[in-house]
Each structure stands twice: as structure tokens, then as C-alpha cells.
């Protein structure tokens, strides 16, 4: 049963475009939601991160938005950028402290 | 910021045979995290191992299969033992509980 899902496999934008990439959760205990990218050939790279008790984060050109009664949370790019092209994992953490990871995206950035 | 160095990064291996992935950071960690990302699924922890004591593993991963050493607070191996096609994975090592992670060894059992 996978409580971290990442229902598209894939996503392509424009370059200046904004990209919005979607995760949802079925696990009611977690509390503290991240956002990693991973490159092909490298490890993971946290990317943003969001606490339960807040609905949005921002970093730069992403934000992170949570909506704790869908369950739902959402990564924006804006702007999109070639080098956004990667597999976005969207994780969960409980108060096991464990990650649960979704199955990620590929964002594809076209110029 | 921690900086790992995981090898080897691929590694094409008869079934039956044993893989060993090691893992050095570049500085003391008390808990280090092994991952496997099967294809096309997500990243599943296998263990979390702890220097000076014995690993502790996840629901569905043993000992006999995933050995792991830790050494020191810099440094952990995982062996993927009698492996067959179905360990054909990626296998990963993080710390500071997935602030960092390794750049990953892509196995293939052939």
C-alpha cells in the first residue's frame, strides 16, 4: 500500500512556463513533507520543504504548498527552467521519523 | 553540509555472487540510512545503521541478505548477498535522515 503517491510518471513545460507537480498522501501521521530532485547517475537533492503546521513554503523560484485536508501537496517552478529537467520525489515523514517516498516525476523542461 | 562518496556507482554481477557498496562521509554522522530504489518504484529504506551497534532493518529486509558494517562515524558497507535478477536495483546511502544522500550504485544481476 503506498501512502506517498505520485500519480504522473512525467510532465513537460515550456521554459518559462510554470511547472506544477503534484503529490498525495494517505497516512494522516505525517507531519513534515519534502521535495527532493535527482538528476540521472546522482543522489537525490533536497530541494524544499514544508511543516504540517504551514500551508505554503517558498524558496526562490519554488514553492511547496500543502492542503492538509486533501492530503495534497504541490511543488511550482516558476519560472521553469532547462535545468529543472529531472525526477522530482515528493517524501513524507511521520513520527517514526522514516521517509516515505513517492515514486517521483520527470519534469522535462523544453526551451 | 556532508559530502558522500559511494562506490561503486554500477556494477553488472553474476546471480549468486555478493556486491559490497561503501559509503564515506565526509564528516561524523551518528546514523547512517541505506535506501534501494527498485525500478520503476520509490526509494524503500533497508536498514539504518548506527556506528558501534547492530543495524536495524526494515519490514521485509534481513540481515542474511543486506549485511552491513559501520565501522566508524564515517563510513558504512552494505553487501547484497546471493543476489538474482531481483535485487537489480539502485541502492543509495543517506545521512542526517535523507538531508544528503550517496549518488547511488545502479546493480544489475544478469
Known amino acids: 500500500d503506498q501512502q506517498v503517491k505520485q500519480n504522473s510518471p512525467s510532465l513537460s513545460v515550456q521554459e518559462g512556463r510554470i511547472s506544477i507537480l503534484n503529490c498525495d498522501y494517505t497516512n494522516s501521521m505525517f507531519d513534515y513533507f519534502l521535495w527532493y530532485k535527482k538528476y540521472p547517475a546522482e543522489g537525490p537533492t533536497f530541494l524544499i520543504s514544508i511543516s504540517s503546521i504551514k500551508d505554503k513554503n517558498e524558496d526562490g523560484r519554488f514553492t511547496v504548498f500543502l492542503n492538509k485536508s486533501a492530503k495534497h501537496l504541490s511543488l511550482h517552478i516558476v519560472p521553469s527552467q532547462p535545468g529543472d529537467s529531472a525526477v522530482y520525489f515528493c517524501?513524507?515523514?511521520?513520527?517514526?521519523?522514516?521517509?516515505?517516498f513517492g515514486k517521483g516525476t520527470l519534469l522535462t523542461v523544453n526551451p | 553540509s556532508a559530502v558522500i562518496s559511494q562506490k561503486p556507482s554500477r556494477d553488472i554481477c553474476q546471480r549468486g555472487t555478493s556486491l559490497t557498496i561503501q559509503c564515506q562521509v565526509d564528516?561524523?554522522?551518528?546514523?547512517m540510512f541505506w535506501y534501494r530504489q527498485q525500478p520503476g518504484q520509490s526509494l524503500t529504506l533497508i536498514a539504518t545503521?548506527?556506528?558501534?551497534?547492530?543495524?536495524?532493518?526494515e519490514s521485509g529486509f534481513v540481515i542474511d541478505k543486506f549485511p552491513i558494517s559501520r565501522p566508524n562515524l564515517t563510513f558504512s558497507t552494505l553487501t547484497v548477498s546471493n543476489m538474482s535478477p531481483e535485487d537489480s536495483s539502485i541502492y543509495l546511502c543517506?545521512?542526517?535522515?535523507?538531508?544528503?544522500f550517496g549518488q547511488g550504485t545502479r546493480l544489475t544481476v544478469v
Open positions: 543517506s545521512v542526517d535522515n535523507g538531508a544528503f
Open positions: 545503521a548506527n556506528q558501534g551497534s547492530e543495524a536495524t532493518y
Open positions: 517524501a513524507a515523514i511521520g513520527s517514526n521519523y522514516k521517509l516515505t
Open positions: 564528516s561524523q554522522v551518528t546514523m
